[in-house]
């Protein structure tokens, strides 16, 4: 299932330039404008790529870490760590 | 009538353009070749009007309003929006209206309910491949969007069946005009999964068997089996498959095909062996 507004935010931030810059310097300011569960906001402000992977479309998750000024190298480090993390939840049923 | 004059397929990795400077000297070759290949056959054919096959990229649709199918109704498109392709040559594309509306015509006869939008970005789906192609003056273009990126998708076999009620349209069209087809995107490959990066190179060239074959029904049982087994990305071949029954079914012959991992794809060129009107 996918989580509206954190998909929402990540769809914004990649269809406008000026939205991304905005993030990229008030990332707070911009948090604001979206009802983010308390949870959810959390896991955005920690860069948390795990969280949000398992609530938001593949595509949009590297599209927002991109704009987001992650460098690729840390992107697909911490995917993988995605996949181990779901793998070991199927494993413990 | 309207007849059918080429049916083609590319691979449409955006770090053919954002990262070109990382790609191997030698996956340039094969890739520029390919390319140029499609190209010049599309040249050759001389059509009037291209449709392309391709998936919205998260420009035109979101998860509040996402179309199985959109036909582009638009006299005008807008270019792609992705700031690395701000060298792409084109800011607005022609459209066709009243092909696109025959289209759409057609497949409500034929029970299928396409959204329509008179207003489209063609994203980079659309536009690497027509642009490193070469293809240049654009002819009018009629887009077709698939949802390929947002499960729930198309079937499979709703794909094929798209593409052969396309032939039907282009073919009952009541102008005289010169039709190809361009169907985007796959072959292997993961975006923003776990597996991203990783292509499956194996299934690539079986999936290019099956097409080369061209039997219908063992192409969509391969499809219906192994998609859901492999990279995100490769949902994209739906839109090879609906091409594959635009064109006949008649199988195709494969341009080229290169593993390149510098802009994480299999990249896969073919153009169809066309059906006789």
Redesign the interface.
Known sequence: MRDYWLSKLFFDLQSSPSAAAEYRTDRRKVLDRYPLKPEVRAAVERDDVVFCSQRVNPYLLRFYFFVAGMSEADFLRKVKVAGADAAARSSHG | MARIVGVYASSHAPLIVRNWSGVTPANKVALTSALTEIGRRYKSARPDVLIVISPD???NF???NLPGICVGMGEEHEGP?E?WMKEFPHRKIAGHPKLANHIVQTALERDFEPAISYHLTLDHGFCIPIWKAGIDPLPPIVPIIFND??PPFPTVRRCLAWGSMLREAIESYPEDIRVAILATGGLSHS???????EIDEPFDHECIRYFEKGDERALVEFLNERLPTIG?GAAEIRNWVAAHGAAGKRGFELIGYCNVPEVYVGCGFAAWNLAAS
């Open positions: 990229h998260w420009v979101f998860i509040d929006a700031p990126l947002e975006i923003g999964e776990p597996t991203m990066g995100n």
